[in-house]
Each structure stands twice: as C-alpha cells, then as structure tokens.
Nanobody, 117 residues
Framework: QVQLVESGGGLVQPGGSLRLSCATSVRSFTIYVMGWYRQAPGKQRELVAS???????NYEGSVKGRFTISIDNAKNTVYLQMNSLEPEDTAVYYC???????????WGQGTQVTVSS
C-alpha cells in the first residue's frame, strides 16, 4: 500500500505561482509512474503531468512551459511547480502513483488550487 499526501494548494492571483508537494511512501520511483491530475467542478479528472521511471516527463498541452513535475528521491516527494497560473487552472489537484506492469494504483486526497483576482 502506497500513501500519498498532497500539500501546497491555495488561492493565488492570475500570473502567480504555486508549488504542490506529494509526500509518498514509494521506495523506488523507477518502478512507478507518478502523476498529477486535476478535477475542476463539473469536469472529468484529467492528467496534468507525469514522470515515469523517475525521469521521463509528460505534460498536458495547456500546461506545457508553465508547469514542471519533479522528484526529490531523498525526501520521497513529488513536486508540481506551477507558474503563470490562469483561472482555468482552478481545480482540485491529485497525486497518483501507478506501479509499472501492475494494477496497483493509488491516489492522494487532493489539494485545492484556486486562481482568482
């Protein structure tokens, strides 16, 4: 069982930045796809960014160039640096861990990000 705990959400003005953190109990990121998803009111949950095997990253089109996913192996923590935030980025952001070649899939509880003036 993998534990995921998100933090770092909040209220920020358009153009501002936030860094989300996902503290995990993952022992080896090389065998996981770690992802950040978001779900806005009335919309489906969508993948924002992912990192596979600890180093291969992928981003949803609207966040490319603005968001960066990274891992601190020493802290067992996954980050999502979000810059140039837009009102459309408002959502609950979830951390996800998918073990490679397995059905093992885990979710955090989510953290709210609100972009508004």
């Amino acid at each position: 069982q993998v534990q995921l705990v998100e933090s770092g959400g909040g209220l920020v003005q358009p153009g501002g930045s936030l860094r989300l953190s996902c503290a995990t109990s993952v022992r080896s990121f090389t065998i996981y796809v770690m992802g950040w998803y978001r779900q806005a009111p009335g919309k489906q949950r969508e993948l924002v960014a992912s990192i596979t095997g600890g180093d291969s990253t992928n981003y949803e089109g609207s966040v490319k160039g603005r968001f960066t996913i990274s891992i601190d192996n020493a802290k067992n923590t996954v980050y999502l640096q979000m810059n140039s935030l837009e009102p459309e980025d408002t959502a609950v952001y979830y951390c996800n861990a998918q073990r490679l070649y397995s059905r093992d899939n885990y979710w955090g509880q989510g953290t709210q990000v609100t972009v508004s003036s």
